[in-house]
Nanobody
Framework: QVQVVESGGGLVQAGGSLRLSCAAS????????MGWYRQAPGKQRELVAT???????NYADSVKGRFTISRSIGRNTVYLQMDSLKPEDTAVYYC???????????WGQGTQVTVSS
């Protein structure tokens, strides 16, 4: 079965940076799409950033210019570089991945990001 696991969350001061990682148990050579989502207490899960197999990216307006999604095919890993963090970025961040030959998407357990003012 396919698994994805997030890591890299933690506590950081406003203006700081974090890099989240999402490791997949399946090769990303056949990936269809991947993305990062987040959920704050009392709020719906929302899209943060996505990347298609062709490298096209999409970002939520709230993170444009501050967050960058990328991937390493050789490491079966997708990353989310988060710079200039704000308290409103505080949430549990989830990784998702979809393959063209599998039903999905697959979700990780989430990693907590807390930004202090």
């Amino acid at each position: 079965q396919v698994q994805v696991v997030e890591s890299g969350g933690g506590l950081v001061q406003a203006g700081g940076s974090l890099r989240l990682s999402c490791a997949a148990s399946r090769s990303l050579f056949s990936i269809f799409a991947m993305g990062w989502y987040r959920q704050a207490p009392g709020k719906q899960r929302e899209l943060v950033a996505t990347m298609t197999s062709g490298g096209q990216t999409n970002y939520a307006d709230s993170v444009k210019g501050r967050f960058t999604i990328s991937r390493s095919i050789g490491r079966n890993t997708v990353y989310l570089q988060m710079d200039s963090l704000k308290p409103e970025d505080t949430a549990v961040y989830y990784c998702s991945a979809s393959w063209s030959d599998l039903s999905g998407p697959y979700w990780g357990q989430g990693t907590q990001v807390t930004v202090s003012s």
